[in-house]
């Protein structure tokens, strides 16, 4: 069974700051690993993905993240933080499986402060 | 483009009775995810379907269940509701292939007294 570690109940950032959101996975074979964020009372939006080849990936609003095999790491980034990057950030793991088979496992989330 | 749907955006019912939540996802999506997410906590997977068939189960009892329509639409139905049911349902759609992101819809909030 697959599973994700988000260390960090809540991240306090100032403005202007780099901001890096924890997160570590448990699976089987090879991860496709899923940053989203959630805002009050919404959905979750999707940021970015890992599937295979660059460690380094780079998503929306100018968030990235960096894949770690030997570390099971999966690590959200952000070069300067913007006080609108206050929310909920999830990430999520998902096996390789069967065509057309779709099972994401969720951390427990991080809130992100970023004060002005 | 619409996103995904669901209906209604919040419930209240008692213990014991009975929940159909709906979910319409975005058009040329063919694959239909139902999560829980209870309060403070990530969203834990319950079903997949995927042309109308289920393709994932999560660790969920019987009382839950699911269907997908041929228009791709989809139900979750909750049966005997418990106090512990109270939580964000949230539907998400995708493309076919397991890189394809999941979309989510702003869920239904389910309140059970």
């Known amino acids: 069974a697959q599973s994700v570690a988000q260390p960090e109940d809540q991240v306090n950032v100032a403005e202007g700051n780099p901001l890096t959101v924890k997160c570590t996975y448990s699976?089987?074979?090879?991860?496709?690993l899923f940053w989203y964020v959630q805002y009050p009372n919404r959905g979750l939006q999707f940021l970015l993905k890992?599937?295979?080849?660059?460690?380094l990936v780079k998503g929306s609003y100018g968030f990235e993240a960096e894949f770690n095999k030997s570390q099971t790491s999966f690590h959200l980034k952000k070069p300067s933080a913007l006080v609108s990057d206050s929310a909920l950030y999830f990430c999520?793991?998902?096996?390789?499986?069967?065509?057309?088979?779709?099972?994401?496992?969720f951390g427990k989330g991080t809130k992100l402060s970023v004060i002005p | 483009d619409a996103g995904v749907t669901q209906s209604p955006t919040h419930l209240i019912k008692t213990r014991g009775q009975h929940v159909t939540l709906r979910c319409s996802p975005i058009?040329?999506?063919?694959?239909v995810s139902w999560y829980q997410q209870v309060l403070g906590q990530g969203p834990q997977f319950i079903f997949q379907?995927?042309?109308?068939?289920?393709?994932g189960r999560g660790n969920f009892p019987d009382r839950f269940s699911a269907r997908q329509f041929p228009n791709y639409s989809s139900e979750l139905n909750v049966n005997a509701l418990l106090l512990g049911d109270s939580a964000l349902y949230l539907c998400?759609?995708?493309?076919?292939?397991?890189?394809?992101?999941?979309?989510f819809g702003n869920g239904t909030r389910l309140t059970v007294t």
């Open positions: 058009s040329g999506h063919k694959s």
């Open positions: 699976v089987s074979g090879n991860p496709y």
């Open positions: 890992y599937i295979t080849g660059d460690n």
């Open positions: 379907y995927y042309e109308k068939e289920e393709r």
């Open positions: 999520a793991v998902s096996p390789a499986q069967r065509a057309g088979s779709y099972q994401l496992t």
């Open positions: 998400a759609s995708s493309l076919l292939g397991q890189n394809s992101p999941l979309h």
